[in-house]
Protein backbone atom coordinates (compact mmCIF):
# COMPACT_ATOMS: atom_id res chain seq x y z
CA UNK A 1 0.00 0.00 0.00
CA UNK A 2 1.70 3.22 -1.06
CA UNK A 3 1.53 6.50 1.04
CA UNK A 4 1.93 8.77 -1.88
CA UNK A 5 -1.23 8.21 -4.58
CA UNK A 6 -0.34 10.48 -7.00
CA UNK A 7 0.49 10.26 -11.05
CA UNK A 8 3.45 11.81 -11.73
CA UNK A 9 4.92 11.28 -15.47
CA UNK A 10 6.00 14.56 -16.41
CA UNK A 11 6.76 18.32 -14.82
CA UNK A 12 3.34 19.19 -15.46
CA UNK A 13 1.88 16.31 -13.11
CA UNK A 14 4.38 17.52 -10.44
CA UNK A 15 3.79 20.83 -10.44
CA UNK A 16 0.05 20.71 -10.17
CA UNK A 17 0.44 19.07 -6.59
CA UNK A 18 3.60 19.65 -5.10
CA UNK A 19 2.63 22.03 -2.57
CA UNK A 20 -0.66 19.80 -1.12
CA UNK A 21 -0.37 18.90 2.37
CA UNK A 22 -2.92 16.29 1.83
CA UNK A 23 -0.52 14.77 -0.95
CA UNK A 24 2.61 15.02 0.90
CA UNK A 25 1.44 14.57 4.31
CA UNK A 26 1.64 11.05 4.98
CA UNK A 27 4.98 11.11 3.82
CA UNK A 28 6.31 13.43 5.94
CA UNK A 29 4.75 11.31 8.38
CA UNK A 30 6.59 8.19 7.62
CA UNK A 31 10.05 10.28 6.91
CA UNK A 32 9.75 11.82 10.33
CA UNK A 33 9.04 8.24 11.72
CA UNK A 34 12.12 7.03 10.20
CA UNK A 35 14.51 9.56 11.08
CA UNK A 36 13.10 9.38 14.71
CA UNK A 37 11.63 12.57 14.86
CA UNK A 38 8.72 14.08 16.56
CA UNK A 39 5.26 14.32 14.56
CA UNK A 40 4.73 17.98 14.47
CA UNK A 41 1.24 19.38 12.29
CA UNK A 42 2.73 20.41 8.53
CA UNK A 43 2.34 23.63 7.37
CA UNK A 44 2.88 25.16 3.82
CA UNK A 45 6.67 26.82 3.17
CA UNK A 46 7.72 28.90 0.79
CA UNK A 47 6.63 27.21 -3.05
CA UNK A 48 9.33 26.14 -4.85
CA UNK A 49 10.56 23.45 -7.50
CA UNK A 50 10.51 21.00 -4.59
CA UNK A 51 7.68 20.54 -2.16
CA UNK A 52 8.61 22.23 1.29
CA UNK A 53 6.29 22.26 4.20
CA UNK A 54 7.08 23.47 8.20
CA UNK A 55 6.28 20.79 10.96
CA UNK A 56 7.16 22.63 14.35
CA UNK A 57 10.93 23.55 14.11
CA UNK A 58 11.69 21.39 10.60
CA UNK A 59 11.06 22.10 7.10
CA UNK A 60 10.81 19.08 5.30
CA UNK A 61 11.68 19.22 1.46
CA UNK A 62 10.75 16.50 -0.89
CA UNK A 63 12.30 16.38 -4.34
CA UNK A 64 10.39 15.55 -7.25
CA UNK A 65 11.34 11.95 -9.03
CA UNK A 66 12.81 11.10 -11.91
CA UNK A 67 9.72 10.05 -13.54
CA UNK A 68 9.35 14.40 -13.60
CA UNK A 69 12.14 15.11 -15.68
CA UNK A 70 14.00 16.25 -13.11
CA UNK A 71 16.74 14.13 -11.12
CA UNK A 72 15.79 14.73 -7.23
CA UNK A 73 18.22 12.27 -6.36
CA UNK A 74 21.24 14.34 -7.43
CA UNK A 75 19.53 17.76 -6.24
CA UNK A 76 19.02 16.35 -2.69
CA UNK A 77 23.34 15.20 -2.56
CA UNK A 78 24.00 18.47 -4.31
CA UNK A 79 22.16 20.69 -1.97
CA UNK A 80 23.01 18.66 1.36
CA UNK A 81 26.48 18.76 0.62
CA UNK A 82 26.69 22.66 -0.15
CA UNK A 83 24.62 23.37 2.97
CA UNK A 84 27.09 21.05 5.06
CA UNK A 85 29.76 23.35 3.39
CA UNK A 86 28.18 26.33 3.75
CA UNK A 87 27.26 26.18 7.35
CA UNK A 88 31.24 25.27 8.32
CA UNK A 89 32.51 28.68 6.59
CA UNK A 90 30.17 30.67 9.07
CA UNK A 91 27.56 31.94 6.70
CA UNK A 92 24.16 31.74 8.31
CA UNK A 93 21.86 28.62 6.90
CA UNK A 94 20.01 25.77 7.97
CA UNK A 95 21.38 22.76 9.48
CA UNK A 96 20.51 19.67 8.09
CA UNK A 97 19.11 17.33 10.43
CA UNK A 98 18.55 14.31 8.07
CA UNK A 99 18.64 13.61 4.51
CA UNK A 100 17.75 10.69 2.44
CA UNK A 101 15.34 8.70 -0.23
CA UNK A 102 12.05 7.10 0.98
CA UNK A 103 11.04 4.53 -1.77
CA UNK A 104 7.06 4.17 -2.22
CA UNK A 105 5.33 4.66 -5.42
CA UNK A 106 8.52 6.58 -6.55
CA UNK A 107 11.53 7.06 -5.07
CA UNK A 108 11.52 10.12 -3.39
CA UNK A 109 14.88 11.88 -2.42
CA UNK A 110 14.35 14.82 0.97
CA UNK A 111 15.86 16.64 2.96
CA UNK A 112 15.06 17.94 6.67
CA UNK A 113 16.56 21.00 7.88
CA UNK A 114 16.13 23.14 10.92
CA UNK A 115 13.41 26.15 10.46
CA UNK A 116 15.10 29.49 10.50
CA UNK A 117 12.99 32.56 11.99
CA UNK A 118 13.11 35.93 9.63
CA UNK A 119 11.29 37.71 7.32
CA UNK A 120 11.84 37.40 3.51
CA UNK A 121 14.06 39.93 2.03
CA UNK A 122 10.98 41.22 -0.06
CA UNK A 123 8.85 41.85 2.62
CA UNK A 124 11.31 43.42 5.05
CA UNK A 125 13.22 45.86 2.52
CA UNK A 126 9.88 47.69 2.02
CA UNK A 127 10.17 49.51 5.88
CA UNK A 128 13.59 49.61 5.49
CA UNK A 129 15.41 53.36 5.15
CA UNK A 130 18.26 54.06 2.91
CA UNK A 131 20.88 53.67 5.69
CA UNK A 132 19.63 50.45 6.57
CA UNK A 133 19.38 49.19 2.91
CA UNK A 134 23.51 50.16 2.49
CA UNK A 135 23.79 48.12 5.54
CA UNK A 136 21.94 45.23 4.25
CA UNK A 137 24.26 45.61 1.02
CA UNK A 138 26.92 45.56 2.69
CA UNK A 139 26.14 42.63 5.08
CA UNK A 140 25.25 40.38 1.78
CA UNK A 141 28.38 41.48 0.01
CA UNK A 142 29.87 40.10 3.17
CA UNK A 143 28.04 36.81 2.84
CA UNK A 144 28.93 36.14 -0.61
CA UNK A 145 32.46 36.81 -0.68
CA UNK A 146 32.72 34.44 1.68
CA UNK A 147 30.55 32.14 -0.48
CA UNK A 148 32.19 33.16 -3.70
CA UNK A 149 34.95 30.69 -3.67
CA UNK A 150 36.50 28.12 -5.91
CA UNK A 151 34.91 24.69 -4.93
CA UNK A 152 35.14 21.45 -5.82
CA UNK A 153 31.30 20.16 -5.49
CA UNK A 154 30.79 20.67 -9.29
CA UNK A 155 33.91 19.02 -11.41
CA UNK A 156 31.27 18.45 -13.93
CA UNK A 157 29.33 21.49 -14.27
CA UNK A 158 29.83 24.44 -17.35
CA UNK A 159 27.07 26.64 -16.83
CA UNK A 160 29.07 29.26 -19.81
CA UNK A 161 28.63 26.33 -22.37
CA UNK A 162 26.08 23.32 -21.36
CA UNK A 163 24.00 22.13 -23.99
CA UNK A 164 20.52 21.81 -22.23
CA UNK A 165 21.35 26.00 -20.95
CA UNK A 166 21.04 27.42 -23.93
CA UNK A 167 17.44 25.53 -24.91
CA UNK A 168 16.08 28.29 -22.40
CA UNK A 169 17.03 30.87 -24.24
CA UNK A 170 15.25 30.10 -27.39
CA UNK A 171 12.68 32.59 -27.22
CA UNK A 172 15.62 35.45 -28.41
CA UNK A 173 16.01 36.07 -31.37
CA UNK A 174 18.45 34.10 -33.51
CA UNK A 175 20.75 36.78 -33.67
CA UNK A 176 20.96 37.51 -30.53
CA UNK A 177 21.28 33.23 -29.18
CA UNK A 178 24.08 33.54 -31.56
CA UNK A 179 25.46 36.62 -30.59
CA UNK A 180 24.87 35.46 -27.01
CA UNK A 181 27.09 32.05 -27.62
CA UNK A 182 29.98 34.00 -29.46
CA UNK A 183 30.25 37.01 -26.90
CA UNK A 184 30.86 33.78 -24.16
CA UNK A 185 33.33 32.00 -25.99
CA UNK A 186 35.26 34.72 -26.26
CA UNK A 187 34.70 36.96 -23.11
CA UNK A 188 37.20 35.77 -20.23
CA UNK A 189 35.00 35.41 -16.90
CA UNK A 190 37.52 34.50 -14.82
CA UNK A 191 37.41 32.17 -12.43
CA UNK A 192 35.08 29.70 -11.42
CA UNK A 193 33.61 30.21 -7.51
CA UNK A 194 30.92 28.53 -5.64
CA UNK A 195 27.55 30.28 -6.28
CA UNK A 196 24.03 30.36 -4.23
CA UNK A 197 22.72 31.15 -8.02
CA UNK A 198 19.04 32.31 -7.03
CA UNK A 199 19.65 34.54 -3.87
CA UNK A 200 15.93 35.92 -4.60
CA UNK A 201 13.67 37.48 -1.64
CA UNK A 202 12.52 34.90 -0.61
CA UNK A 203 15.58 32.81 -0.11
CA UNK A 204 17.23 35.57 2.26
CA UNK A 205 15.97 35.99 5.48
CA UNK A 206 16.13 38.50 7.81
CA UNK A 207 15.77 38.41 11.51
CA UNK A 208 14.86 41.19 14.18
CA UNK A 209 18.28 42.14 14.98
CA UNK A 210 19.37 42.30 11.12
CA UNK A 211 21.03 39.15 11.34
CA UNK A 212 21.04 37.47 7.46
CA UNK A 213 20.65 34.20 6.63
CA UNK A 214 20.21 32.28 3.31
CA UNK A 215 18.25 29.37 2.38
CA UNK A 216 17.84 27.14 -0.45
CA UNK A 217 20.90 26.40 -2.31
CA UNK A 218 18.98 24.03 -4.78
CA UNK A 219 20.24 25.93 -7.69
CA UNK A 220 23.99 26.45 -6.46
CA UNK A 221 26.65 25.84 -9.52
CA UNK A 222 30.15 26.87 -9.73
CA UNK A 223 30.37 29.83 -11.82
CA UNK A 224 31.69 33.34 -12.30
CA UNK A 225 31.30 35.56 -9.76
CA UNK A 226 29.19 37.57 -12.10
CA UNK A 227 26.66 34.93 -12.12
CA UNK A 228 25.59 35.94 -8.47
CA UNK A 229 25.88 39.67 -8.60
CA UNK A 230 23.89 40.27 -11.64
CA UNK A 231 20.63 38.16 -9.85
CA UNK A 232 21.29 40.30 -7.19
CA UNK A 233 21.03 43.91 -8.73
CA UNK A 234 18.40 43.08 -11.04
CA UNK A 235 16.12 40.26 -9.38
CA UNK A 236 16.62 41.17 -5.76
CA UNK A 237 17.48 44.80 -5.74
CA UNK A 238 15.68 45.73 -8.73
CA UNK A 239 17.90 48.40 -9.22
CA UNK A 240 17.08 50.07 -5.37
CA UNK A 241 20.14 52.72 -5.58
CA UNK A 242 20.59 52.52 -1.77
CA UNK A 243 20.74 48.73 -1.55
CA UNK A 244 23.41 48.47 -4.77
CA UNK A 245 25.96 51.42 -3.08
CA UNK A 246 25.81 48.59 -0.10
CA UNK A 247 26.38 45.69 -1.83
CA UNK A 248 28.59 47.30 -4.82
CA UNK A 249 30.41 49.85 -2.68
CA UNK A 250 32.16 52.43 -4.67
CA UNK A 251 31.41 50.83 -8.29
CA UNK A 252 30.70 52.81 -10.89
CA UNK A 253 26.97 52.34 -12.67
CA UNK A 254 28.95 51.37 -15.87
CA UNK A 255 30.72 49.00 -14.44
CA UNK A 256 27.67 47.38 -12.29
CA UNK A 257 25.84 47.61 -15.94
CA UNK A 258 28.64 45.47 -17.62
CA UNK A 259 28.51 42.97 -14.70
CA UNK A 260 25.00 42.35 -14.94
CA UNK A 261 25.45 42.07 -18.40
CA UNK A 262 27.69 39.52 -18.62
CA UNK A 263 26.06 37.55 -15.64
CA UNK A 264 22.60 37.71 -17.51
CA UNK A 265 24.05 35.61 -20.32
CA UNK A 266 25.53 32.61 -18.59
CA UNK A 267 22.88 32.50 -15.77
CA UNK A 268 20.10 30.11 -15.77
CA UNK A 269 17.79 32.55 -15.09
CA UNK A 270 19.33 35.23 -17.49
CA UNK A 271 16.36 35.09 -20.23
CA UNK A 272 13.47 35.36 -17.55
CA UNK A 273 15.14 37.86 -15.91
CA UNK A 274 15.60 40.26 -18.60
CA UNK A 275 11.88 39.57 -19.50
CA UNK A 276 10.50 40.72 -15.87
CA UNK A 277 13.02 43.78 -15.38
CA UNK A 278 14.17 45.04 -18.60
CA UNK A 279 11.59 44.59 -21.35
CA UNK A 280 10.13 41.86 -23.85
CA UNK A 281 11.82 39.23 -25.59
CA UNK A 282 10.85 41.05 -29.21
CA UNK A 283 12.55 44.23 -28.05
CA UNK A 284 16.50 42.63 -28.00
CA UNK A 285 17.61 41.96 -31.61
CA UNK A 286 20.88 41.98 -30.39
CA UNK A 287 23.24 41.70 -27.93
CA UNK A 288 23.78 45.64 -27.87
CA UNK A 289 20.22 46.07 -27.15
CA UNK A 290 20.22 44.42 -24.01
CA UNK A 291 23.49 46.30 -22.95
CA UNK A 292 21.86 49.71 -23.95
CA UNK A 293 19.13 48.90 -21.63
CA UNK A 294 20.63 47.63 -18.64
CA UNK A 295 22.95 50.90 -18.85
CA UNK A 296 19.95 52.76 -18.97
CA UNK A 297 18.68 51.56 -16.22
CA UNK A 298 21.88 51.87 -14.11
CA UNK A 299 22.28 55.60 -15.49
CA UNK A 300 19.15 56.71 -13.72
CA UNK A 301 20.08 55.73 -10.21
Known amino acids: M ?5 EIQHWKDWERIFFSIPVFSPLIKKIMQIE ?4 YEIEKSMPG ?3 VFKAGNYVIKIYPPVDSGLNGILDMENEARITRSINAIGVESPCIVANGIIKDKYDFAYIIMNYIEGLPF ?3 VKSMSDMEKELIGVKLRDITNKLNVPSNHFSNTNVLLDVDRQSRWEKYSKCFQRERLNYIKAHNYGKLVLVHGDLNGDNIL ?3 NGKISIIDFAESVQAPKVYEDALIAIELFNFDKSLLVGYFGGCNSDTIAQTCFDGL ?3 DFGGDIIKHHLGEYRDFKCLEDLHQRIKEKFSVQ
Not at 2 to 6: K, N, P, R
Not at 36 to 39: D, E, M, S
Open 49 to 51: TNA
Open 36 to 39: KLRA
Open 265 to 267: LIH
Open 122 to 124: RIA
Open 206 to 208: INS
Open 2 to 6: YLFHE
